[in-house]
C-alpha cells in the first residue's frame, strides 16, 4: 500500500518549461548558451515561476487521498544549486506549499534514492520515473492533471491506495 506520494515541482505544479522559454525564446534543454541557466537563477527565476494551469486541480485530488504528500525536486548538479533551492523553498512558501516536507536532489536518478514499495512518484520526466520504478517505487509520469488522477484512480482500484471519502475516487471536474 502506497503512503507516501512524491510531487515533483518543474512541470508538475511550477510551469519552469514556459517561464525559462519566455525569457530565453527556447526551453532550458534545448538551450545551446549555458550561460542562460546561471542568468536565470541570479535574476531568481525559480522563486518567480508561475503554477502549472492544472496543478491546483492535482493537489486538490492528491488531498482526498489517505497519504503523506512531500515535494521531490532536482536542483541541477550545477555549482549554483543552492540557490536553486533555496528559490525553490521560496516558491513553495509563497504558493501555499510551504508546510509540505521537502526533499532536493542533485540528479534525476538521485530521485530514485527515495522509491521503495509505498511510495509513488509522479513526475513529468521518464528521466526520474524510470530510476525510480527500477529501484521499487510506483510512479506516473505526468502529462496533466487529468490524465495523472486517472492513473491515480486505477491505483486505488488496484489497492494500491485508498482515498479518504467511500466513493474512493477522485472525481474531474
Not at 12 to 41: E, L, M, Q
Not at 99 to 112: C, M
Request: glycine share 6%; proline share 2%.
Amino acid at each position: 500500500m502506497i503512503d507516501t506520494i512524491y510531487l515533483d515541482m518543474d512541470g508538475v505544479i511550477a510551469d519552469f518549461d514556459k517561464h525559462y522559454s519566455s525569457i530565453y525564446g527556447c526551453y532550458c534543454r534545448d538551450d545551446p548558451n549555458t550561460n542562460n541557466w546561471y542568468d536565470f537563477v541570479d535574476k531568481k527565476g525559480f522563486a518567480n515561476l508561475p503554477m502549472c494551469a492544472d496543478s491546483l486541480l492535482l493537489v486538490q485530488g492528491l488531498s482526498l487521498l489517505d497519504v503523506q504528500i512531500e515535494i521531490l525536486s532536482c536542483v541541477s548538479d550545477r555549482s549554483n544549486s543552492r540557490l536553486v533551492e533555496a528559490q525553490k523553498i521560496l516558491w513553495l512558501e509563497n504558493k501555499g506549499f510551504g508546510s509540505l516536507n521537502h526533499h532536493f536532489t542533485l540528479t534525476k536518478n538521485a530521485k530514485s534514492f527515495f522509491a521503495n514499495e509505498n511510495s509513488l512518484l509522479i513526475d513529468d520526466s521518464e528521466a526520474c520515473t524510470n530510476p525510480f520504478k527500477d529501484a521499487g517505487g510506483y510512479a506516473i509520469l505526468h502529462k496533466n492533471a487529468k490524465t495523472s488522477i486517472l492513473e491515480i484512480n486505477c491505483m486505488i482500484e488496484k489497492g494500491l491506495l485508498c482515498a479518504q471519502s467511500s466513493d474512493q475516487k477522485i472525481l474531474i471536474h
